[in-house]
């Protein structure tokens, strides 16, 4: 496939935060480690091996070993998993829900992603072995986020009431999504494939975690992929020390709110992601997920009759580690407890709250990751190539908003001129003598004279809006086939990889669909990439 790229900025689909941590921009600089650049990986690496235990190690192998007994596991992940036990063994990570038959898009973008950023490591630094983690949210319990996903425009939907974190529920009841695809899918060999992908993950495994792991270990296992599942009791040990700061000191509390000020001082349009709560710990367990929170002293689960005081929330969070479940602000310090991580690989949400954790990792002394945009990107096919050659546009066109598309489309295939910025031009020049005039006679004319400017403007610029309008009748038939284009491309008016499922791709491109993505990414690149044919 052809590449091009585009800066994220101009896309439009990002935000200022993002756009600006990107760039560079100097006040973000207390906010994060290191940039996700090459010839930084190797002071991230001595700073992660020196910090990180080897006890730790044994314990994730050990824990991984058990998580994969029941997993047909390719060569190269086994030898992964196998080669964490090393000292100079390091993670890339990126993490995600567990949508659906993976949900949209970007969930192929973010694991290829670090996939292929651990072969540059790899190649560039041959002393070290790297290894690509994919972290399963399996105790996230927003079903209503993960139980569908978009085919050709329409949610393929599964409903069940829920509670609880959602890699434990039970995948009974998922026969009947199968008999949706079946029939919506088609009887071509890539759409034959994918019915048995989704009954071989879903209908012959029992728990939506199990599934999910079949599913990515046969997308990628061939690449060396290894899958973690957080909810671990061994793997949550380790996080028991680091749990009772926040439980009973408020720690991240106060520092993360601190971080979250002073981002916000640099910019009113910097969105703050999430805000830390007093205590960042949910109570867990098969049929509850919810809150731990404190009142005078005695802490409750919230919506729940089970409560504790300070002795007893100890006791259990000793005994019973996997029963404490982080939230979005514990769950990074989480990950980078058990992980010998050197890289998180996320989207532009994702990083706008790791943005705000710098400052909490340094206090506890753990390494901070350096912070990588996932690669992002619009596909397309040969068909909707060919249709944009036709029309003459450039793939900085396909990203304007559809009513200013279509406007700059109309204005340069017209046969007359629609742009009366000349004539604008001449008012301006006409205004500037009437101005000198009102200078040298009576000055209180000057706002007479100005609001008389306006106005001359603004019918021009009524004219213009009547005559680009009387265009776009006339040339309907361009405008129709511009806007099916563009909402082919740009689905729901949002980016293609936030509402396509993979299903979609891979039906127009069959087995060679993520060996094609594998070729094309390229993580570093700190481009927004269109490929085509």
Request: aromatic share 10%.
């Amino acid at each position: 496939m052809e590449v091009d790229c585009i800066n994220f900025r101009e896309t439009g689909y990002f935000s200022e935060l993002i756009c600006d941590y990107l760039d560079k921009k100097k006040e973000l600089k207390p906010f994060y480690n290191r940039m996700p650049e090459l010839n930084n990986f190797k002071a991230q690496i001595e700073e992660k091996a020196k910090s990180f235990p080897k006890e730790n190690r044994k314990i994730l192998r050990a824990a991984l070993k058990r998580q994969y007994e029941k997993v047909n596991t390719s060569e190269n992940t086994g030898t992964n998993i196998d080669l964490l036990a090393e000292a100079n063994s390091f993670t890339i990570i990126t993490g995600h829900q567990l949508n659906l038959f993976t949900g949209p898009l970007y969930f192929l973008y973010k694991i290829i992603s670090t996939i292929n950023l651990t072969e540059q490591l790899n190649q560039e630094y041959t002393d070290s072995n790297f290894i690509p983690v994919y972290w399963m949210a399996t105790e996230d319990h927003d079903f209503d986020e993960i139980n569908y996903f978009n085919f050709d425009g329409k949610k393929v939907q599964w409903n069940i009431e829920t509670s609880g974190g959602v890699g434990r529920l039970s995948t009974e009841g998922l026969e009947g999504v199968l008999e949706v695809i079946t029939g919506t899918f088609g009887e071509t060999d890539n759409a034959n494939y994918l019915k048995t992908l989704f009954h071989k993950a879903y209908l012959e495994h029992a728990t939506l975690t199990e599934a999910t792991r079949f599913l990515a270990n046969e997308l990628f296992g061939q690449y060396g992929l290894v899958i973690v599942d957080g909810d671990d009791s061994d793997l949550k040990r380790l996080l028991i020390p680091y749990a009772k700061k926040d439980i009973f000191e408020q720690l991240p509390y106060k520092i993360v709110s601190k971080s979250i000020d002073e981002l916000a001082s640099i910019s009113d349009n910097y969105k703050i992601q999430v805000n830390p709560r007093e205590i960042n710990y949910f109570y867990l367990n098969d049929s509850i997920r919810e809150r731990i929170v404190e009142k005078d002293g005695t802490y409750f689960v919230n919506d729940t009759e089970i409560q504790f005081t300070a002795k007893e929330l100890e006791e259990e969070l000793e005994s019973h580690p996997e029963r404490f479940s982080p939230n979005v602000i514990a769950r990074p310090l989480y990950q980078e407890v058990i992980l010998p991580n050197l890289c998180y690989i996320g989207g532009g949400g994702e990083l706008a709250y790791w943005l705000e954790l710098k400052a909490y990792f340094e206090v506890l002394d753990i390494t901070f990751p350096i912070l990588l945009l996932r690669n992002s990107a619009l596909v397309i096919t040969e068909k909707q190539s060919e249709k944009v050659k036709k029309m003459d546009l450039s793939m900085a066109d396909l990203f304007l908003k559809q009513n200013q598309l279509i406007n700059k489309k109309i204005r340069k295939i017209s046969n007359i001129d629609i742009d009366f910025s000349p004539q604008k031009k001449l008012i301006e020049e006409q205004f500037a003598d009437m101005y000198k005039l009102a200078e040298q006679t009576d000055k209180s004319f000057l706002g007479a004279v100005k609001a008389q400017e306006i106005k001359q403007k603004k019918g021009l610029d009524a004219l213009e809006k009547r005559l680009l309008k009387a265009q776009k009748r006339k040339l309907k038939d361009h405008v129709v086939l511009l806007t099916e284009l563009q909402n082919q491309l740009f689905p729901n008016q949002s980016l293609q990889e936030r509402q396509l499922n993979f299903s979609e791709l891979y039906l127009e491109y069959g087995a060679t669909l993520i060996p094609m993505l594998v070729k094309s990414l390229e993580p570093l690149k700190n481009k927004f990439l269109v490929l085509r044919n």
